[in-house]
């Protein structure tokens, strides 16, 4: 039996990386052996540190061009950086150099900034400390809280992801994102755009562009200080299903059994039969490839944007554009595909002598349950997920496997 294309491809894309990385490093060590008594800079890439003591970059020799530091002790950039690079600590992160292009900070603790940045995108399980200068664009994701401190300034624009921010210092762009609890005594010199619950404006805060929040506190208000403040208040679903749902859910199920229709009559049933006795002889397939493609979808994309950045792009970016279009087409079609399976398969066992009105009536209850499932609190999460595993896996088994000689009447 012939391997499928999709472990072809894996193979592929493995042999590539394992060849690529073995090259580098031994051009890497090759260098190293030349310039033993020199402080000149290789061509390394990846550097990954075991070491107990803080990793300095002043004590390391500079990379050239994109480059990744996985270290488990506190790093300190204490020496000018260029370009892209991707710095990881299991510990904190502590800038104090300048630093140009785009640098990416993750930490599992802190993350402090005290010199200057052209662009920074910081990750951080904790806090993310920020005294220094950003001349561009800031991005930050912190678990804890984000301080722009009193001698920050960030010339861009800042998007931001905590549960509490605080700004202390100046903010020349927009402050764009969401936390349960912002705090400003500094100063915003454009927009700011908030999702958030609660807001504390202390002595000196000044925002000069316009104002728009979004939250579920109706007492939340500032207008006695920013009258033109804009504040829309989420309203709290009393009920499971509103009105306006149901009637999308009857609209969608509609649409989804006239589609099924369709294709089920220009196609004599045989794209719907095929699905079903592909999935039935190949179900280990069916749930690995449904449940990997989920998995791997942050490693791969990860992967793919970095052998952009080394110069692959050509590969990398046609692959990263299929990938993701294919897992939103399939993961938006979800609804439909699962239903459609189900449809068929009731249809073609249960429903076998029954007249085609029942089975329209049935393809559309199979729809209208399946969106009412997808839906519900807590668990609705949870169920979309699983159908969008499902219809990946549907949809990469019908791709990669052949159909095998069986009739879909004997499915019982």
Partial sequence: MKKSKITIGFLILAFVLVFSFTIFKSNVFAAEDQNTQENTSINSIFDIDAQTEAYKFSEKRSPKGPFIRYIQERVIVDKELSGIGTTISEKTIDVTAPTTGIQILLAADTVRIDSSMEYAVVFSQTNVIIDGNITKDLVVFAGSKVTIGENANISGDIICYSNEIEVKGNVEGNLVGT??????????????????????????????????????????????????????????????????????????????????????????????????TKTRDNLLFFVISGGLSLMMVLPLVFILIMLAAFGLGQIAIPALILYISYLLVVGLLSTFIIGSFLVKYMADTRFKAMGNGTKILSAFVIFMLLFILAKLPTVGIYITILLVMFAIGIVTTCIFKRKKNTDISKVK
Avoid at 180 to 193: A, E, M, P, V
Avoid at 221 to 230: C, D, F, G, S, W
Avoid at 255 to 276: D, N, Q, R
């Fill in 179 to 276: 936390a349960q609890k912002l705090i400003i005594s500094g100063n915003i010199g454009k927009d700011l755009r908030m999702q958030l619950n609660n807001i504390e404006l202390l002595d000196g805060n000044s925002i000069n562009g316009d104002i728009f929040f979004m939250t579920y506190n109706k007492e939340l208000n500032i207008k006695e200080k920013y009258p033109n403040a804009q504040i829309k208040v989420y309203e709290e679903k009393s009920g499971l299903l509103d009105a306006s749902t149901i009637l999308s859910g009857v609209i969608t199920s509609l649409a989804f059994t006239l589609l099924y229709l369709l294709i089920e009559k220009f196609t004599k049933g045989k794209v719907f039969s095929k699905m079903i």
